[in-house]
């Protein structure tokens, strides 16, 4: 059973940075696509991030572009989300999440998931 734990979550003020991190417990971490995504109150989770095996290859909701940072650690078997300018519809539960399959941009989740870390942005 593939275990995602995510920590790094917490209150901010608008413009702030946080960095999330999820750790896997799979050993073939390295060869699989990671994602992020996040569930804000009374919405549907959605795509935030997402890197490929390697790390080579990003995508990222058009929202975040030049905010956010998806990346990883091979060797750690650790994902990270560096979120910087931070704002107040950031707010959310974020998850990580092991790809299905990530080709031409288009992410497709496993039923991997983490708990979730809360992402507070204050105005």
């Known amino acids: 059973q593939v275990q995602l734990v995510e920590s790094g979550g917490g209150l901010v003020q608008a413009g702030g940075s946080l960095r999330l991190s999820c750790a896997v417990s799979?050993?073939?971490?390295?060869?699989?696509?990671m994602g992020w995504f996040r569930q804000a109150p009374g919405k549907e989770r959605g795509f935030v991030a997402a890197?490929?095996?390697?790390?080579?290859?990003?995508y990222y909701k058009d929202s975040v572009k030049g905010r956010f940072t998806i990346s990883r650690d091979n060797a750690k078997n650790t994902v990270y989300l560096q979120m910087n300018s931070l704002k107040p519809e950031d707010t959310a539960v974020y998850y990580c999440?092991?790809?299905?399959?990530?080709?031409?941009?288009?992410?497709?989740?496993?039923?991997?998931w983490g708990q979730g870390t809360q992402v507070t942005v204050s105005s």
């Open positions: 799979e050993r073939a971490f390295s060869t699989y696509a």
């Open positions: 999440n092991v790809a299905r399959r990530l080709a031409g941009g288009q992410y497709s989740p496993s039923d991997y």
């Open positions: 890197i490929n095996w390697s790390g080579e290859i990003t």
